[in-house]
């Protein structure tokens, strides 16, 4: 090997260990210190057709983005659901299986942007309600209070 191939080599093989080491360095969704984690309890507000319902949202994030939790609307009327969804890049994406007071149930699907440091996220949702039939468009807004 002439000196001129052994340093572009050399050079070559830096250059990527740099670019391993550096990657390494970065957390991803769900490490500890990645900027757009949601970990917490969120006050929640969605709104569909003109009605807001209030409540919370107490969700973590895991390894890989993977957020669970569990969401609870007290106000105009009590609905209860649990929470699976996702963290990629600043974006939160979720579904949430409910029943709510009278028997009936549905699913909200929602994705939004989040707030730097997790501080929250707000979008849009679709709802669909057994009882109410079709699907409904609304939003969604969690904000995390200062003792979240």
Not at 48 to 59: D, H, N, V
Request: glycine content about 18%; overall charge negative.
């Amino acid at each position: 090997m002439n000196s001129s191939n052994w340093l572009q080599a050399a050079v070559s093989t830096l250059l990527v260990a740099g670019l391993a080491v550096g990657c390494a360095g970065n957390p991803a969704p769900g490490d500890s210190g990645y900027a757009y984690n949601l970990n917490g309890t969120y006050e929640a507000v969605f709104e569909a057709q003109g009605t807001g319902y209030t409540g919370t949202m107490s969700i973590s994030t895991a390894p890989g983005g993977v957020v669970t939790g569990t969401v609870l609307l007290t106000s105009p009327a009590e609905v209860i659901g649990d929470v699976t969804g996702m963290v990629a890049d600043s974006t939160f994406q979720f579904e949430s299986d409910y029943v709510r007071e009278g028997g009936c149930g549905g699913t909200l699907m929602g994705a939004g942007p989040i707030q730097p440091g997790g501080a929250g996220s707000t979008g849009l949702v679709e709802i669909a309600d057994d009882c109410m039939g079709g699907m409904m468009e609304g939003s969604f807004e969690l904000v995390l209070p200062a003792d979240g």
